[in-house]
Every structure is written in structure tokens, then in C-alpha cells.
């Protein structure tokens, strides 16, 4: 089982970027496929996108390309997701993901 | 984008109840489905992979059906933990869910 340790609640201005970072312990992380997927209040799940930091592949959701960038660090074995210009309906808990085991989830607010 | 649209968005069920949630994809995912259950302030938690198989530690009481497009979810005797949110999600191109199944008390 791995354990997922992400970052903590984030409030940004429209138009701004925000970078989640999502640390794993307990397994051999370039291994894994690492995903994203984030939750707006009251609303249901939205895959964003994965990274497999083995190969170095990350994939993205249509709706995020251009405005989403997927990393992995093996040295730390940490994911990140960055989004870029942030509007209000981005307003969401974020969570990364390796199969059956999540990270605690990231509340990120975009509020002018 | 792979569009899946489960049903009911609601429903309504008693303790011992026999409960289906239906899950269609727009178009074949190669049986490559998920389903989650979701209690509110928590992370997903993965019930059913590849449209059928029983993630470890899962009650038998779940059991998951289908393929090709269409996929369904049974819960063969509710229990009162079993109150939550309920969503298929496609792995076959890239990944997506359903817009979720809200399983209410009635």
C-alpha cells in the first residue's frame, strides 16, 4: 500500500497558476501511474490527467490540455499538478491518485 | 472524450434492498471499468475494476457486470454503510466518470 501526502489548501486570484504536489512512501514510485483528479464543491469526480514517471508519459483530459502541466520527481518520488489561469469554476478539491490509495485531497479556492 | 452517463442520479433504497446503478460509455471501453464509492469529505474508495473483478477487501455483497458499452453496479443486500455516492469511470482511452449516483436512505 502507498501512501499519498499532498500539499496543503491553496487560495488564488483568477488568472494565476497553482502547483499541488503529491508525495508517495511505501513503494517503488516510478513504477506507478499517478493521477489526478479533482472535485468542485457539491459536484461530482473530473479525471484530469496521469503521469507514469517510468517512461516519462503523461497523458491530460481534452478539457485540461494547454492549461495543465503533470510532473513527476523520482529522486523525491513526488507528482505535481500545475493549473494555470485559474477562473473561479476551477475551485476544487484536487487529488492525486495511485489506484486504490489517494492522497487526502488539496482544496484549492480561486476567489478575486 | 469517452462520455459516460450512469443512472439513476438518485435512488432511493431500504436496508436489504437489492440496488442496480446502470453505467453506459459512448462508445466500447474494452471492459476497462471502474466503480467507486464515495462518502462525503473522503477520497474514492475502488469497489470493482475491469467491469467485474472485486477489489480486495470489498464485500461480496458488490458485484460488477457488463461489457462493451454498457456496465451495472448491484448491491445485492443494502447495508447501512452502503449510503453514499457511486461512480463508474472508463481506463480504456485516457480516463472519465460518471456524473454519480447518490444512494439515499429512503
Known amino acids: 500500500q502507498v501512501q499519498l501526502v499532498q500539499s496543503g489548501a491553496e487560495v488564488k486570484k483568477p488568472g494565476s497558476s497553482v502547483k499541488v504536489s503529491c508525495k508517495a512512501s511505501g513503494g517503488t514510485f516510478s513504477r506507478y501511474t499517478i493521477s489526478w483528479v479533482r472535485q468542485a464543491p457539491g459536484q461530482g469526480l473530473e479525471w484530469m490527467g496521469r503521469i507514469i514517471p517510468i517512461l516519462d508519459i503523461t497523458y491530460c483530459a481534452q478539457k485540461f490540455q494547454g492549461r495543465v502541466t503533470i510532473t513527476a520527481d523520482n529522486s523525491t518520488s513526488a507528482a505535481y499538478m500545475e493549473l494555470s489561469s485559474l477562473r473561479s469554476e476551477d475551485t476544487a478539491v484536487y487529488y492525486c491518485?495511485?489506484?486504490?490509495?489517494w492522497g487526502q485531497g488539496t482544496l484549492v479556492t480561486v476567489s478575486s | 472524450d469517452i462520455q459516460m452517463t450512469q443512472s439513476p442520479s438518485t435512488l432511493s433504497a431500504s436496508v436489504g434492498d437489492r440496488v442496480t446503478i446502470t453505467c453506459r460509455a459512448s462508445?466500447?471501453?474494452?471492459?476497462?471499468l471502474a466503480w467507486y464509492q464515495q462518502k462525503p469529505g473522503k477520497a474514492p474508495n475502488l469497489l470493482i475494476y475491469?467491469?467485474?473483478n472485486l477489489e480486495s477487501g470489498v464485500p461480496s455483497r458488490f458485484s460488477g457486470s457488463g461489457s462493451g458499452t454498457e456496465f451495472t453496479l448491484t448491491i445485492s443486500s443494502l447495508q447501512p454503510d452502503d449510503f453514499a455516492t457511486y461512480y463508474c469511470?472508463?481506463?480504456?482511452?485516457?480516463?472519465?466518470f460518471g456524473q454519480g449516483t447518490k444512494l439515499e436512505i429512503k
Open positions: 462508445q466500447d471501453i474494452n471492459n476497462l
Open positions: 475491469k467491469a467485474s
Open positions: 469511470q472508463q481506463y480504456n482511452t485516457y480516463s472519465s
Open positions: 491518485a495511485i489506484r486504490t490509495d
